[in-house]
């Protein structure tokens, strides 16, 4: 599993001071050794021409880190308020952010400590270790830096829809089986059996990010009972509130095994939350429907990927969350979305932000059309219900009959080229 925000974030502040530890470590042995045990080993530049070079790696790679860190840093600030502030921090947290800035002080550093061996004691050398050193250093700089700059690209507002939605595609695929896999049923009788624990959290607020769905299981296997997940995947947890039950006859389990199987950070995260990815991808869309930003585009193309993200979702069992042992046994139980449930995450809120955009709403007709037309049967009834949905929305939000019409009709571009139904659904 995944390190939770917290320790993630001290690991990206770790990096950058290995990286400057390193150098300096470095920085005062190598050349030390190279003086010492290879005397023979010296550089052919000049003392005069190493200390300027030394000089000059030394305040320009201060410099582009200064500048390059600042700009960086400005543009994710600037884009969540463009986009979500929950996905920028995904951006943010990017290991070649730590890395790069790793590499930039750590060049500057050793170019710093190698200074100290040009013309030591008078001697008119230079180390040759130091001169290759550095000049590798530099190299592996400018190629962070490219690497940086790719990394700042990713928060092109269409990159950011795709990266968002590959998470949701990821998460969809692991999590869920075919549709034509057996639902799960939850066993008569057991849940009847009293509760016989409860585990409370105890702290300040955390989300529920993930849970050891084989660890919960063995739990229960191994102790004759049933766990009930209280919470869901994404859920605040609070001081006191209940996380999970035990259910069945006999004693309490031990608490820190039951603990360490759920975990808990201060956000959530993509892991085991199909919802996430489209939370943030509408999180997009109707902050680009606001009216400072007034940004109907982005909100079509942000409907483009929660297409496909429901096209998937169609085709799989959602009914999932009953987990039995081997002899089929239930012993774990976790609430997870139903197809209703993600319909009213993708819609609901961009059909309210969106209701006087026509663009918007014929993108949306198309979408839910789309659906219907590739989605099996048992996902139909609830989508010709948003279809209805759609149509009120229509017919409440434009007063003018032509504008109902352009809004109405199907189009999955928004303003692009309306689609013709040949026969009615």
Known sequence: MALNSHHYS????????LYAAGALLVGFTIPRLAYNVLPGFVSSISVNAAIGIYSAVASGMIALTGIVFSLTFVMVQFSATAYSPRLVLWIARDPV????IGVFTATFLYALASLAWVDRSGSGRVPLAGTVLVTALLIVSVVMFIFLIQRVGTLQVNRMLIFTADQGRAIIESLYP??????????????GFPCIQTIL???PPRIIQAVNIPALVEIATSNGCTIEMVQSIGDAAMEGTPMLRVLGVGRSLPEGSLRRAIKIGAER???QDPKYAIRLLVDIGIKALSPAINDPTTAVQALDQIEDLLIRLGRRRLEIGCYCDAAGTLRLLISFPTWDDFLRLAFDEIRFYGANSIQVMRRMKALVSELISILPEERHPALREWRERLRFTVERSFADQQDQLDASAEDRQGLGSTRHTW???
Do not use: C, K, Q, Y
């Open 10 to 17: 001290v690991s990206n502040w770790l990096i950058p001071l």
């Open 97 to 100: 952010m730590s890395h790069s």
């Open 178 to 191: 075919p549709l034509d896999a057996p639902a799960s049923e939850v066993s008569p009788g057991i849940s």
């Open 201 to 203: 959290h105890d702290g």
């Open 269 to 271: 995260t993509f892991e």
């Open 423 to 425: 026969e009615s659904n």
